[in-house]
């Protein structure tokens, strides 16, 4: 069966430091994968989404970046945060044309 | 562009009692439609979904049916239970084989009392 992981599971950082939050899929192989980010109060915003290695398709313009160096590896980075990157970041998978996105526990970043 | 309308709560039930939470969503053609739950400090878990008109997804006592006439996917429950406590996630993925992403709508808090 396929699982998605993704680490850490809770991050404090400072304004203006780096970030890297890593999402990791057993179980399948060139998997669909997403990055949504779920601030307080309000939906899930689709930020990033690869069909393969090296592939990244932006939804939204910021100060964040995406990276797949390995098939079943997505990466989500800042150079510097901002007090508004804070939030719930959710990495989904799903698998060839099918629709249905699968969802890992998610990285609480706080940024103070 | 795809958008999801759900009503956000949060919504207070008794043990028991019949739960509605509606959906409607704008989109072009016939997208796929989801109902997510979410229980506090986890991720998404898929609850049920249709992917075409009149078709009707369950999972857990739970059933939505894909309404194409009335834009609508509404989630219903016959006896809720202190443990259905969760915020709940209407969303849609549009037609066609691209890996898009999905549109949520801001879900609903479900708050359920002994």
């Known amino acids: 069966s396929q699982t998605i992981h993704q680490w850490p599971a809770t991050l404090v950082q400072p304004v203006g430091s780096p970030l890297s939050l890593e999402c990791t899929v057993e179980?399948?192989?060139?998997?669909?994968l997403y990055w949504y980010r779920q601030a307080a109060g309000r939906g899930l915003q689709l930020l990033f989404y690869s069909v393969g290695i090296g592939q990244i398709s932006s939804e939204v313009p910021q100060n964040l970046s995406a990276s797949r160096p390995q098939d079943r590896q997505f990466i989500l980075s800042s150079k510097k945060l901002l007090l508004s990157d804070s939030g719930f970041y959710l990495c989904?998978?799903?698998?060839?044309?099918?629709?249905?996105?699968?969802f890992g526990p998610g990285t609480r970043l706080l940024v103070l | 562009g795809d958008s999801v309308t759900q009503m956000e709560g949060p919504v207070t039930l008794s043990e028991e009692a019949f739960l509605t939470i509606n959906c409607t969503y704008t989109?072009?053609?016939?997208?796929?439609l989801f109902w997510y739950v979410q229980y506090p400090g986890e991720g998404l878990q898929l609850l049920l979904k249709?992917?075409?008109?009149?078709d009707k997804g369950s999972n857990k006592g739970f059933e939505a049916t894909y309404r194409k006439e009335t834009t609508s996917f509404h989630l219903e429950k016959g006896s809720v239970q202190v443990s259905d406590s969760a915020v709940y996630f209407c969303?849609?993925?549009?037609?066609?084989?691209?890996?898009?992403?999905?549109?949520f709508g801001k879900g609903t808090h479900l708050i359920i009392q002994p």
């Open positions: 249709a992917t075409k008109a009149d």
């Open positions: 989904a998978w799903s698998s060839g044309g099918a629709k249905t996105q699968y």
């Open positions: 989109a072009t053609g016939y997208p796929s």
């Open positions: 179980g399948t192989s060139n998997p669909n």
């Open positions: 969303a849609l993925s549009p037609p066609g084989g691209g890996a898009d992403g999905l549109t």
